[in-house]
């Protein structure tokens, strides 16, 4: 059951209140009034400790000492680990051979255990269930979960405290969970909320377009965060009240990263840069509107910058 407000309070103990930035040079480049929110500021370095946070917290007191166990290559399983450490309870991830060692590190340092498959989702759902079946772990998917998306819809909650008068909110759309988070989050705000989403990893928006979730594309993408496929539960949501999601390309996005981390002196990772990608390719749809950008992480490999 989805429950943003119980979520804000659970979790409100063990995460930031994130702050929202804002540049007069973008606001010029937008002809806009932009708010910037910087989960890339949260801990783990991204809105995804949200999410793994309310998760975690639910657990039943007999649950919790089982540990926790999800599969990821990025922001998720650092952020389940870190929250695991919260209630002093084991987190063991599975990892894909050929995940950037940048994360595999931040898993480790926040306590996880890793456990490394082939590069396959095949391989990941087998290694994983292999691990649940043998120690009764519980397992916390990384967005198509009630308690994922509830913890996720707090960044709204947020955004609706800081800034009056809001017109749009766009949030990047990957597997789902923040976007449809956030939607939950804005309701009955008024607030006409986007998902921003690469063209080579464009399965939400056909699927928005098409009334059916695409289950399987073949992503191609600079936005490593964004190659997951739209989950089930996000795109029910998604379908109900999204206002739309908007394609951007990789091209656009390297430049907004850019723009970000000169203007904004934010460290973001693409995934995050897409969202100004996304209003100014579509400048002239959202001139003179107060707009909300969700910066959904900053956990990027300085070695591999692309400017």
């Known amino acids: 059951m989805f429950d943003v407000a119980a979520a804000q309070q659970r979790i409100a103990p063990y995460i ?46 007999e649950d919790a000492t089982k540990g926790v166990a999800t599969h990821s290559s990025g922001n998720h399983g650092a952020a389940l680990a870190w929250a695991a450490a919260i209630r002093d309870i084991p987190a063991t991830i599975v990892v894909p051979r050929n995940a950037k060692q940048i994360k595999k590190d931040a898993i480790s340092s926040y306590g996880g255990r890793i456990v490394e498959c082939e590069p396959t989702l095949s391989a990941r759902e087998s290694t994983l269930a292999e691990i649940v079946t043998e120690s009764g772990a519980n397992f916390i998917p990384p967005y198509d979960d009630d308690r994922i998306i509830s913890g996720q819809g ?46 080579g990893a464009d399965d939400a928006y056909r699927s928005l377009k098409q009334g059916t979730r695409i289950a399987s594309h073949s992503p191609n993408t ?40 000169t203007r904004l002196k934010l460290v973001v990772e693409p995934s995050a840069a897409i969202v100004l990608a ?5 400048k002239a749809q959202f001139r003179g509107r107060r707009i909300a950008l969700v910066l959904s992480g900053g956990n990027v490999d300085l070695k591999g910058l692309p400017f």
């Open 16 to 61: 930031h209140r994130t702050p929202l930035l804002q540049s007069a040079l973008l606001n010029d480049l937008a002809d806009a009034e932009l708010f910037f929110k910087c989960e890339n500021l949260q801990k783990v370095g991204a809105f995804k400790a949200r999410g793994a946070c309310n998760a975690v917290l639910s657990l039943s007191d």
């Open 278 to 282: 996304a209003i100014l390719r579509h």
């Open 222 to 261: 600079f936005c490593d965060g964004l190659l997951t496929t739209l989950g089930e539960k996000n795109f029910d949501i998604i379908c109900d009240r999204v206002t739309d999601v908007l394609l951007v390309s990789d091209e656009a996005v390297v430049e907004a990263m850019a723009l970000i981390w």
């Open 154 to 199: 707090t960044v709204a909650l947020e955004i609706v405290d800081q800034v009056q008068n809001l017109d749009v909110a766009i949030t990047p759309v990957g597997g789902g969970g923040l976007l449809a988070g956030c939607l939950l989050g804005f309701k009955d705000t008024g607030t006409a909320v986007f998902g921003a989403e690469p063209e």
